[in-house]
């Protein structure tokens, strides 16, 4: 699986949006950018995942750029419940259950 | 739908002592892969199960160990435990097979501390 880069630390002010960059410059035609956070002593909660196209759901938006090097997660209005660290992951989704986490982003909502 | 499970929560084990930790996938998941997470190494991974098989491991010593039942329940063990084995735990299942992209879910985890 590629290897990717994130920020250690981010903060965003509660209400704003809240946008994590990861990097992924070695990814693979057939691998997805998959994002998950860890709120503290909990097991990791699935986000959002992509191709190639930018994907949203009820929790955040994924945007690709169009050389799939890298990518931001969009919280579009984060809470204090936002408050996490973010893994960007980049796999082949067939034939690999496993995923490599980084070190990920830890996002502070500020008050 | 219930999530992924994992009994129990929490637990206290001695050195040299041996421990399984049990899993409940998704309903319909048939993928189950274990999760060591310490606050030195991050999350790193043990082993997936499918269809009662290894598919995959994980850079662990052999006292680690796991086992998927025929209803994908799964179970992790490890043997003559020592101080490094406090973590988190973490089990995740998959729906194997989604051409989509299929997506890997976690559970809680279980909590090991070995004194």
């Known amino acids: 699986d590629a290897k990717t880069t994130q920020p250690p630390s981010m903060d965003c002010a509660e209400g704003r949006a809240a946008n994590l960059p990861c990097n992924h410059s070695t990814i693979s035609g057939n691998e997805y950018v998959y994002w998950y956070r860890q709120i503290h002593s909990q097991g990791p909660q699935y986000i959002i995942h992509?191709?190639?196209n930018n994907e949203t759901n009820e929790m955040a938006s994924l945007i690709i750029t169009e050389d799939r090097k890298s990518s931001t997660l969009i919280l579009p209005h984060a809470t204090l419940r936002d408050t996490a660290v973010y893994y960007c992951i980049v796999r082949v989704a067939l034939g690999n259950e496993k995923l490599t986490f980084g070190t990920g982003t830890r996002l502070t909502i500020i008050p | 739908k219930a999530g992924v499970t994992q009994t129990p929560r929490y637990l206290i084990k001695t050195r040299g002592q041996q421990v399984t930790l049990s899993c409940s996938p998704i309903?319909?998941?048939?993928?189950v892969s274990w999760y060591q997470q310490t606050p030195g190494q991050g999350l790193q991974f043990l082993f997936e199960?499918?269809?009662?098989?290894?598919?995959n491991k994980g850079n662990f010593p052999g006292r680690f160990s796991g086992r998927q039942f025929s209803n994908s329940r799964s179970e992790m063990n490890v043997s003559t435990l020592e101080l490094g084995d406090s973590a988190l735990y973490l089990c995740?299942?998959?729906?194997?097979?989604?051409?989509?992209?299929?997506?890997?879910?976690f559970g809680e985890g279980s909590w090991l501390t070995v004194v």
């Open positions: 199960y499918f269809s009662e098989t290894q598919r």
């Open positions: 992509g191709l190639k």
């Open positions: 309903s319909g998941h048939r993928s």
């Open positions: 995740a299942s998959s729906l194997v097979g989604n051409t989509a992209g299929n997506t890997i879910y």
